[in-house]
């Protein structure tokens, strides 16, 4: 099993930037991707950016596209998640989320991102 903690969250001002980490730990030698999602209040659990842990290749939700990036330190077995010229709509609980190759997921407990107008 692998066990995701997040942190980065917080209280920031539009326009402004927030850098969110997730430190996986446990079962981490066979992880296939990681990534993020968020859930506004009232919203759905939306996908917002993942990575391959070996290749490194990105996805991002095409609207967060060019705002966000994502990114992991493999030897730190944790992945970032920059957020940048951050608005209002971007309020949510941000969970970070691991598959490992036998297509298990686990989920962080999330932290909250607020970004006042």
């Known amino acids: 099993q692998v066990q995701l903690v997040e942190s980065g969250g917080g209280l920031v001002q539009a326009g402004g930037s927030l850098r969110l980490s997730c430190a996986a730990s446990g079962r981490t030698f066979d992880t296939y991707t990681m990534g993020w999602f968020r859930q506004a209040p009232g919203k759905e659990r939306d996908f917002v950016a993942s990575i391959l842990w070996r290749g490194g290749t990105t996805y991002y939700a095409d609207s967060l596209k060019g705002r966000f990036t994502i990114s992991r330190d493999n030897a730190k077995n944790t992945v970032y998640l920059q957020m940048n010229s951050l608005r209002p709509e971007d309020t949510a609980v941000y969970y970070c989320?691991?598959?490992?190759?036998?297509?298990?997921?686990?989920w962080g407990q999330g932290t909250q991102v607020t970004v006042s107008s």
């Open positions: 989320t691991a598959r490992i190759a036998t297509g298990y997921e686990f």
